[in-house]
Structures are given as C-alpha cells and as structure tokens.
C-alpha cells in the first residue's frame, strides 16, 4: 500500500519545496492541491478517510503549506474538524515553514544554554515564526519578551502567544537602537525573527553584551539580523557567545522537515503544528 | 512502462477519493485534473494516445470524475469521442460513484432474491444513481418502477433511462405515505436511490410488507431512507427480509472501483460506464 | 532518491503528452504545473534548489512546455535567472514540442544529404518550429531561405533568428505557385514548417525537381505541405528524392524528447533548448 501524502496549499501554485521534501521523506506518492480554500478541505480529508480501512489509513496524511500562515491555519482547522473516529489520518501544519523553523530556532537556542527562568528575547516577533518561537520557548520554561517596533503590535502578538500556547510572554516596543540595547537587558539569549533583509543587532552591542550566550537568527537575505554574522554559522563562537544563523538553522530545520512527514505514516491520528513539531526537532536534536 | 491514469474532475480539487482509490488499484502513476472543460478533453486524450504505441497503450487511462454526474457525462462523451484506432486507452466514469453505487446495489439485490420478472421500485430515482439502478434492474429482467415526488420528474427519469439503457421503466408519483404504500404493493425490492438526510420508507410500512424480500438504501446521513435500519447493515434479515445499508453496499461499490480501475489497464479500448461497472460487480461478487 | 521532474505549462491544463512522455524517460515523480505565469516560476524553482544538495540536484530538473511557446520561452527565462551556482537544477524547454520536432526534422535533413554551403528553404518558416530550423540548419552551414507569404513577416523571422542563434537565415516572400517555384531554384533540401492542413508543394513541382534531394514536413494533416506523400514517409525514395512525413519525423521526435528528458538527470546545469536538443537528436540519429 502506498504513502500517499496530500499537500493542501492556499497559494495559486503549490509548493515545490514541500512536494520535492516529501518525496525525500519516504512518501510514494502525492496529490497536489493548490489554492485551497477552507470550504473545500473537507469534501477532500473525507475521500481520504473514506478509502482506506482504519487499520491502513495511517499510509495517507495530509500536509498543509502555503505562505500565508493564517491560510493554512483555517486550512488546518478544517482539516482536523473534518476528522472523527476511527477514520482518522495524521495532519501536520508548516505554512511558509513557520512550525519547522520556529522548532528549528529554538532547539538550537536550548542545546545551547540552559533557558528556564532565564530572560530569552524574541526581537520583531510578531509574524509566525516569531509568535512560535517565543510559545515554544516560553513552554521551556524562559521568561520571553516579545519585541515589535509598536508596543500595540508586541502585545496583539503576545495575546495570541498566549491564546495560541497557554504560556504568558512579555511585550515591549523596540523602534531603536536604545530600545534594543534595554531589552536585552539581562538576557541569556535572543531569536531575531523580523523579515528578511533587516539588521536588528548592531555588532558592537551583541559582540559586548555580558550576559548574552547565544545569538540566532532565521533571516538569510543580507543584510543580516545580526550585524556582522553569516547566515552558514551553525554554533559559531565569537567572543563567547555562539551564534546560528539562518542557513546554519536551516539545515536542522530541513531534518525537522522531513522526520515530522516520515511521522505522519507511523499513527493515522497525528496532528503536527508547533508542539509536535518541536518534539520532533528535539528528538533529532538528539 | 508505469501505469499511469488521468484523472479527469469536473470539480475545482479533483477527487482524493478517486486518486487514492486509484493508487490502491494498483497504478503506479496519477496525473491529476480538476476543473477540466469539455473543450479541453481532447487535446489531454490526444496526449494519451500519441505518446505511446498500440502495444503499450493499455499501460495509460482515463477515470472521469467530479460530484456533477451531467458533466461527468459530457467528459466521457469527449473523451471517447477523440480515441480511433489503433490508439485507443481505456476510459472509466464514475462521477459522484453513480455507477459504482448503482452496480453494487444492484448486485446486492439480485444475489438475494430473483428479480427477472418481478416487480422492484427503485425510490427517489430521478438522480444519476437512480437513473443507473433503474436501468441496470430493467437489463436483469425486473419491472423497474421508478418513482419522484411528481410524476413529470419521474416520467422525465424513466424516460432518460429508456434513452440511456434501451430498457422500459415505469413511472409513479410518490410524494406521500399513501403513495408510497400503493407503488410497494407487490414488489419484490426496494431500492431507496434518494437524497442524504431523508426518510424514505417508515419501519412500520416495510416490516410488514408481504412481497418485500429485499431493501437497499444508498443514503449512509441519518435519517436514512428506510426507517429502523442501520447504514453497515450488509444483508441482515428482519422479518424474512434482507435489508442493505449505504455501508454495507460501500464495501462492495470499493472493491467494485478498484477492480474497474485495474481492469482499464488490462486492454486499451475499454469504456466503462455503468454496464461495464456492474459487470465488474456482478463478477466480484460471485 | 527519487527523480522528481516539475512540468512548468503555461496551458491551464498541463499537457498529458509531456508527463506521460516524462515517465517514460523514466522519471519517478511529476509535480504538474498549469498556468504558470512568469512570476510564478522564481519561487516555484528556489523550492527545487533549496530542498536538496548540490550532488543531489541532479535528481531534480523543470520540464517547460505549453501550446504558446513564447510563453514557454518567458518561463524559461524565468526558470534559468533564478538559477545560481552551486544550486542549479536542470531546465528543457519543449513547448508546443518546437525544439524536440526542429531537431528531429534538421537530423532527418542532414543524415539525407551535406548541406553545408548548400541552399535549404524553409517553407512557412515564421513560426517557432520553423525559426528553430532555419537556425539549426543554419548552423549546420547550409545557406537557409526562410519563406512567409509577406516579405515583412519573413525579414522578421529572419531577424529573430538571427537574434537568437547569431546566424544568417535569407528571407523571401512566397505567396504563390511562381515565387514557390523560384525560391526552390537550386535548393537541395526543403522543409515545410506551415500549419497543419495547408499544401504548399505541388506535386509536380517537386517530383521534377532538379537539385532537390530531401523533403521534409512537419503536418501530419491533410492535406500535407508536400502534396502526393504520405506524413507515415521516413526517408522513401521518390524519382531520386528522399521524402520525411511528420509520422515519419515524429518518431525520432520522440525518442529525442525521452532522451533530452533523461539527459536532464545525468547532471544539475543543463539548459536544453533548441541547441542542446539539437545535440541530443545527433546523438540519437547515429
């Protein structure tokens, strides 16, 4: 019996990145689906719940991408809504790569320096990576602060941080580089999760930070997050402090990618967003 | 050479039903089409027959799909329409499962009692699996009666059949418990062909019924067509009478799909609509 | 690994023609593509480079193809700019099967008879199967007149092709049974690159022809470009001359698209367009 893994995507065109990892997961066959739309997802989880028997269904899943997280979001609460006993196949959520970088990031960030009751900033935090990779942080056990360049926006995506993981995150405006210098503060640790091509660090401030361990970035379009880092730095050490860049990231992220597609064929009722996603790049992480 | 079926959907999303049901077949490859016009049929059939030669032809066919039965159809007509020797592939259609479900019926109702010459009403048949069961009961020799809430609907129905089948079918009204008494009286089976969520047949009426020796309901939603049944019921008897539910054809109308599927790549001129789909049925089912 | 070949179609339904011939050149896995718009392709090829490594990338390569192939020629623009070291994939441009029946017809050309420094017309040759062999023959070294019904229309084709092959391709104006006659005055081979179902030879005019020794013809609709043939002709002999059908033709048409499709997994920076088909074709021609 085949693995046959269907890819919900809510872009016009359904992503190749997804279609070629899959395929490097172990997966035997898959059925492309672009521009999704929510009303349609049930009529197509039935036709694979309704196909093969319970004791099989766990060689078909469903995986939902796209570059709109909030998309694939409403695609994967119609996926799961759509599922009942015992017709149940796995499901897992990584909409622009948010679930696997955000776990990626974070388990980088921990393997490194202890982080529980530890200060740990999440700088311009509020897209989906950033809210997951302080949730996941924050369930580690860290004292996450939030940055955005509005103190409004900071607190919009710590209330969904919130509601979303059941952990509480703190909100600060960061609009300068004053603002950067007092949030990190105290901290042991920082994820830079602003979009691409925007420097958040300048070099002189993290270089000489004194509590600072561990600096990560997710951001590979020059320039860098971090001034003055380069996005293959997988751990470096610079004045002791070990940094990850986004490449350097990436190639964990990639495993994560991969061992979480290969898990959705082990059980018929998994469903991957962060939490799973996490423990899976946990497990790998070793 | 890969096995490879086009799937052609007159939907948006072509059906995971019928891509996994395909895999599971035993195709090797899926390609896959959704939303597909008429119009552009032929060009796609053409692409089908000119890649390969008439030796190796029977590795390559089309499964025509969508929940739109009438579309279906006018797929199929352009399908076949663009084939000539010697480079024919198979063509299958099944929209909506009409003729799957339609054969499975019916093939649970002729191995449960004999059917040539005696009276069977096929209940709310006025829709693409009703249309088919009526047809296909009227080619085993059976008194077909097909009934609608207003007799021009079923006068239209009987009459597509005719055109559809060469066989005579009757029409009745049967738009309330008295008349659906009456269009009972004498008959030998029933098959409830109506739409999901709506009852049908009262226990009551059934349970006594004097002719009755067979009941098959298509609708799996509660409230199902015949009252008092359940949806896995598969030939449980109940007062002398065998009584089928919409899963317990299912099992049936899957092994009849996949069995079809397999048979397009066993020659390359095969067109299976419902009286080659209910061969299928009638040869699996012994 | 498996080897996953992305069809990019600027059709709205990706062709059956180039996925079925793509598993026959064995690939493992088709991502099927349709309307794809130009600024679709960036993202779309960045997710075959960045899922696997550059030793790996070989088992990913981009099929274009299409009905329009100036459409396809804007995708693959699109395809090859993305593109960088060490992250390449493989790219073969097919559309409206231009390259793949140029190559073909041009090899069946100059495996007959030297056309080095001989005249050769291509007859109707304005559009893309046409400009595509002027140019190859013209890089063989015959000395090419390329024919449309209007001086203009032909200067332009002339110029595009020598724009796109940097070589030097005679225009002329054919509109009548005089000019036809003049314009094959001393030619020793012919190609009718006209659409399908318009005669531009007559058969007297070729038969008693006096330099011609090969004709060839790439509509396979009756009535042919070359009247008195057959599109089944590879190479038969009439009055001295060897004449090429389109069936003739298409037979070493496909085995050079199987083989260009191959060729595309046996490194990761091939660009296949009419040259390197070209290439392909010779190859295969022996």
């Given at each position: 019996m085949k693995k046959i893994l269907i890819q919900f995507d809510s872009d016009r065109q359904a992503a190749v990145f997804d279609a070629v990892t899959a395929y490097d997961a172990g997966i035997d066959a898959l059925l492309q689906y672009g521009d999704v739309r929510p009303e349609e997802v049930r009529d197509l989880v039935y036709g694979a719940m309704f196909t093969r028997g319970p004791g099989d269904l766990k060689n078909t899943a469903v995986f939902i991408g796209g570059i709109d997280v909030a998309k694939g979001e409403a695609l994967l609460k119609e996926a799961v809504g759509a599922l009942f006993d015992p017709l149940r196949v796995s499901v897992m959520l990584d909409a622009n790569g948010c679930n696997t970088t955000a776990a990626a990031a974070v388990v980088k960030v921990i393997r490194s320096t202890p982080v529980a009751g530890q200060k740990v900033v999440v700088l311009a935090g509020t897209g989906p990576v950033g809210q997951r990779t302080a949730g996941l942080l924050a369930a580690e056990g860290a004292e996450v602060v939030l940055t955005s360049r509005t103190v409004e926006r900071a607190e919009a995506a710590s209330a969904a941080v919130k509601e979303r993981f059941g952990v509480d995150v703190s909100a600060a405006a960061v609009a300068d580089l004053a603002a950067t210098r007092q949030v990190l503060e105290g901290a042991r640790a920082v994820v830079c999760t602003g979009v691409e091509g925007v420097q958040l660090i300048p070099e002189d401030l993290w270089r000489s930070h004194?509590?600072?361990?561990v600096l990560a970035d997710v951001?590979?379009?020059?320039?860098?997050?971090?001034?003055?880092?380069?996005?293959?730095?997988?751990g470096k050490e610079i004045d002791g402090k070990l940094v990850f860049g986004a490449l350097g990231i990436g190639d964990l992220k990639m495993k994560v990618h991969k061992r979480s597609v290969a898990r959705l064929?082990?059980?018929?009722d998994l469903v991957l967003d962060a939490e799973g996603i996490m423990a899976t790049a946990k497990e790998l992480a070793g």
């Open positions: 004194e509590t600072l361990q951001n590979a379009v020059p320039p860098l997050g971090v001034e003055g880092t380069k996005a293959t730095w997988n064929f082990e059980q018929n």
